[in-house]
T-cell receptor, first 110, second 116 residues
Framework: GQNIDQPTEMTATEGAIVQINCTYQ??????LFWYQQHAGEAPTFLSY????GLEEKGRFSSFLSRSKGYSYLLLKELQMKDSASYLC???????????FGAGTRLAVHP | DTGVSQDPRHKITKRGQNVTFRCDPI?????LYWYRQTLGQGPEFLTY????????KSRLLSNRFSAERPKGSFSTLEIQRTEQGDSAMYLC??????????????FGSGTQLSVL
């Protein structure tokens, strides 16, 4: 079966660092994506990991451990505009389709 | 505008009516996905195409749902005999599959369906 777990909600303070965790159990694995989704808008791409390790892109970093079925998204120097849902998604299956977790709603406070 | 476009943005219909949504992907993309999303949930996979071939359809999808991509370009999603439980945001996404691409999906703004 397919199972992707992430916390439902998180809160953080402007300027701080927050880590959003994702664990997955899927039939096959061909890469993990993080997407950001503001309320009422479409998801937008943040990061992609296919090999173990850390991928850094500006204020955002994403980590993957395939042996543990685990990833995290790290957001540094939080800004109010980072308040959004963060979706963990895994490419799996014979034909390689993207399966999403339920998302983590992050609220950034002043 | 070279992004993914969806039409209409909003659709209100009465229970039992049929509705059809359209998606125009990014022109050079060969894969097209349909997802459904309800409030507080992540996008739920419905079906996807590579060119004009429908590769997979979710087992959760009833036979009231059908999708087509007749010429490997735009796609339509039809829901027959709509039910209140069909109310959701229907998202379309496209990607380019190839040996050197990581298949990043680009999403359209979605069609918000409300079934009364």
């Amino acid at each position: 079966g397919q199972n992707i777990d992430q916390p439902t909600e998180m809160t953080a303070t402007e300027g701080a660092i927050v880590q959003i965790n994702c664990t997955y159990q899927t039939s096959g694995f061909n890469g993990l994506f993080w997407y950001q989704q503001h309320a009422g808008e479409a998801p937008t791409f943040l990061s992609y990991n296919v090999l173990d390790g850390l991928e850094e892109k500006g204020r955002f970093s994403s980590f993957l451990s395939r042996s543990k079925g685990y990833s995290y998204l790290l957001l540094k120097e939080l800004q109010m505009k980072d308040s959004a849902s963060y979706l963990c998604a895994v490419f799996s299956g014979g034909y390689n389709k993207l399966i999403f977790g339920a998302g983590t709603r992050l609220a950034v406070h002043p | 505008d070279t992004g993914v476009s969806q039409d209409p943005r909003h659709k209100i219909t009465k229970r039992g009516q049929n509705v059809t949504f359209r998606c125009d992907p990014i022109s050079e993309h060969n894969r097209l996905y349909w997802y459904r999303q309800t409030l507080g949930q992540g996008p739920e996979f419905l079906t996807y195409f590579q060119n004009e071939a429908q590769l997979e359809k979710s087992r959760l999808l009833s036979n009231r749902f059908s999708a087509e991509r007749p010429k490997g370009s735009f796609s339509t999603l039809e829901i027959q005999r709509t039910e209140q439980g069909d109310s959701a945001m229907y998202l379309c996404a496209s990607s380019l599959v190839g040996p050197t691409t990581n298949e990043k999906l680009f999403f359209g703004s979605g069609t918000q369906l409300s079934v009364l």
